[in-house]
């Protein structure tokens, strides 16, 4: 995952300088205590990791100087990666400049920290680095171990798990407001409403046949009675006024015989305005024709037709360009003729044959311009004449159409003034024969017989009215019935189809939270995979490969020491047996100084193994170890694992020649009051 290739540091704890080449599988700083070498494992974990060792990022600056600097180059899941880090005093305070490039990108800052978050690598510090001292990975509570190792083995589902509550929750608030829409979809009554009784069409077709006969009857008793009414005041009338009417009655006849004479005249009026206005009526249909043609004669002479000899005139003046160009070089060909130059190589002749057969060429091509040229004017008229024609047809068309119009307008208004004026003296006379037709005789008149007939078809009226009455009543009330019913129908329907929609509803609503109860109880099931049974059965088999990644390696130093590693709901529990053969097991707090040192090596390889990492650091792991228990400790650290690159600081001599003996190409810083002086084995 990651390697180191070079390192700068400057003024950092006390280190003034240092420049150092990384780029190996194996790198020994070796000096005495307290000369910088744990200095260069506190830089490069303060530019890949969180870990302070002072609460005061100040401190790190060596003392006399104003600024502390770590630059790191390396790589990074394959792509190369610069660290620097920069602590700077100003005044009072203290400030920190980082920037982080990778993958072509480049964090700065608070940036820094977040894209070191989204690496996941925050785990570094109790894997990667191995302090002088720091047993603390072995001295882990169970919660905080188990942390650890869901995060190196994968294990942890707290965003999964997050998704799915909030899908759950989102899922119980939807079946909530389901189930409150359920109810109010059930409590939903929806009664259909009583309809009327109604008349079977037969009888409402009985009761419309006597309406029927009823109003027929009603009707001609009626008017017999009006007639018989009008008959009697009629008859009381002339017995009143039998004088007034005997005047009335010489009036109207004088009156008659006036209109018969005012008609008679009027007619022959009539007749003779006809024959005056013959003339104009015959002069009105000869112009009405002469339109006609005009119109026949604009259609003739349309834009078509004049665009037609336009378009030939055209070609025929294109066609006359040719030929006047083809008659001219023909004309300059008899010329060189003339000279006795041939027209077509320049070369002098003598050939009379060709000059004569070019002139009669001439003449054709003359001719034929000739013949164009008449074509072109015949057609240049013809337009012309169509362009005149047309405009005077339109003309004429105009004024022709201006004199018909007045010509009906002078007949239509006299003729119709009179023919009104007879229409009116008819309908006069009319009136006044009817009038006088309906004067009475005054001779032999009685009035009591026609009184008693008036009462007793008044009667008669009387008894028909009540009958129609009744029954047209019957009808209306079936009418608003029906009326009603159809009404009732309508609601009855609208009230089925919000039945239908509510009980669509309440289908829905219980598919749904059914559906919603089944994705409940699934995201439970997977909700609790995700919190138990997952990360159980991970870390399970996590700890039984820790365990016997951690076995192995301690038994290539201490043959019969032992580890083990529980689960319980606590978290992950770790004891050591000093001696398997007593079956006793202790916490990791009872080891000795050695002890300590190798179970927390022993936890680094594993968890480094488990993950694949890249490298490691190590800082005096030997330093409480035998000469014989740190020559195991490497041994089992060469052997046990695949590292690209170890770092190991150590003041011990013999540990570097142990080193470079059981490690290729390893790199020997030796390391002396913050000075750095490399050797390649």
Known sequence: MLQLKKLTITNFMNITRADLDLDSSGVVLHGPNGSGKSSV???????????????????????????????????????RV??????????????TTRVFEHLGKTYNNSEVTEYLKGLNIEWLDPVMFGFQGDTTITELQPAARAKLLRIIFNSNFDEQTEVIARSMKSLTEEAADLSSKLEVYKSQTFDVLPTKEVMTPDERGLITARLEVAEAQSALLNKELEELTQEKSRIEAILTNKKSIDIKKAGLLNAVARLDQDITSTRQEIDRLTQKEQGRIDELSRSIQEQAELTNELERCDDGSIEGLESELGSAQEKSKQIEATRAITARHIEAFKNEICFSCGQPTSDKSKEEQIKQDLSNITAEWEQIGSRIKTLQ??????KKTRADSQKRWDSIGVKIQNLQRSYIDQIRSSEKLLESMEMNLND???????????????????????????????????????????????DQAHEFNRSIADINAETAKKAETNTGLINES?????????????????????????????????????????????????????????????????????????GSWLQSAMSSGFEKSLLSVAWRVALAEAYDLDIIM?????????????????????????????????????TVDLIKDGFDGVVVYGVDAGQFVMSRD
């Open 432 to 478: 006044r024969q009817n009038e006088l037709e309906g004067l009475p005789n005054t001779t032999s008149i009685e009035v009591e017989p026609i009184t008693l007939e008036c009462s007793t078809k008044k009667a008669a009226v009387d008894s028909k009215h009540t009958e129609r009455n009744t029954l047209s009543r019957q009808l209306s009330l079936d």
């Open 381 to 386: 008229e013809a337009i012309t004449n169509k």
């Open 510 to 582: 219980v598919q749904r939270l059914n559906k919603i109860e089944y994705g409940l109880t699934q995201y439970k099931q997977a909700k609790s995979i995700l919190e138990n049974d997952l990360p159980n059965y991970i870390m399970v088999r996590a700890c039984q490969q820790l365990e016997e990644s951690l076995n192995r390696f301690i038994a290539g130093v201490r043959p019969n020491m032992r580890v083990r590693l529980t689960q319980s709901k606590r978290g992950v529990s770790f004891v050591f047996s000093p001696d398997i053969r007593e």
């Open 82 to 95: 610069v660290s620097s880090l920069e602590i700077t005093i100003k005044g009072s305070s203290t400030t």
């Open 618 to 654: 190590l800082d005096e792991i030997d330093a409480a170890a035998s000469s014989d228990a740190s020559t195991e400790l490497f041994r089992a650290l060469e052997s046990s694992s695949d590292f690209k690159q170890t770092i190991i600081i150590t003041h011990r001599e013999a």
């Open 41 to 79: 494992i506190e830089a490069i974990a303060l530019c890949f990791t969180d870990r302070k060792r002072s609460s005061s990022i100040k401190e790190y600056i060596k003392h006399g100087a104003s600024t502390a600097s770590i630059r790191i180059e390396g790589l990074l899941m394959g792509s």
